[in-house]
C-alpha cells in the first residue's frame, strides 16, 4: 500500500503564495504521474496540474502562469509553488499518483486526504 500526505495548506490573502508538497510512502518501485486536483464547494473536481517522472508537466488553463508543478523522484515528493492566489483558487488541494508497486506490475491510483486552501479577497 501506498500513503499520500499532503502539506502545505492554509489561510492566504489574495495576490499571496502558498507552496504544497505531497509525499508518497509505502512499497513503492516507481511513479508514473503525479498530480495535483482540487474541489471547490458546489464544484466538480478539477486538474490543476500533472508531472510525468521525466518532467512532462499539464498545467490548467486557469492557473497557467501562476502555478508551478515540480516532482523530486528521489524523495517521491511533488510541489505545487501557487503564486498570485485568487479567491477563486479557494479549495480542497489532493495529491494523486500513479505508483508501481513493482517491476512488471501494472500502476495503481492513490489519492491524500487533501488540503484546505482559502483565499481571501
Known amino acids: 500500500q501506498v500513503q499520500l500526505v499532503e502539506s502545505g495548506g492554509g489561510l492566504v490573502q489574495a495576490g499571496g503564495s502558498l507552496r504544497l508538497s505531497c509525499a508518497a510512502s509505502?512499497?513503492?518501485?516507481?511513479?508514473?504521474?503525479m498530480a495535483w486536483y482540487r474541489q471547490a464547494p458546489g464544484k466538480q473536481r478539477e486538474l490543476v496540474a500533472s508531472?510525468?517522472?521525466?518532467?512532462?508537466?499539464n498545467v490548467a488553463d486557469s492557473v497557467k502562469g501562476r502555478f508551478t508543478i515540480s516532482r523530486d523522484n528521489a524523495k517521491n515528493t511533488v510541489y505545487l509553488q501557487m503564486n498570485s492566489l485568487k479567491p477563486e483558487d479557494t479549495g480542497v488541494y489532493l495529491c494523486?499518483?500513479?505508483?508501481?508497486?513493482?517491476?512488471?506490475?501494472?500502476?495503481?491510483?492513490?489519492w491524500g486526504q487533501g488540503t484546505q486552501i482559502t483565499v481571501s479577497s
Open positions: 494523486n499518483a500513479d505508483v508501481v508497486h513493482a517491476r512488471w506490475f501494472p500502476a495503481r491510483n492513490y
Open positions: 509505502g512499497t513503492i518501485f516507481s511513479i508514473n504521474v
Open positions: 508531472i510525468t517522472s521525466v518532467g512532462t508537466t
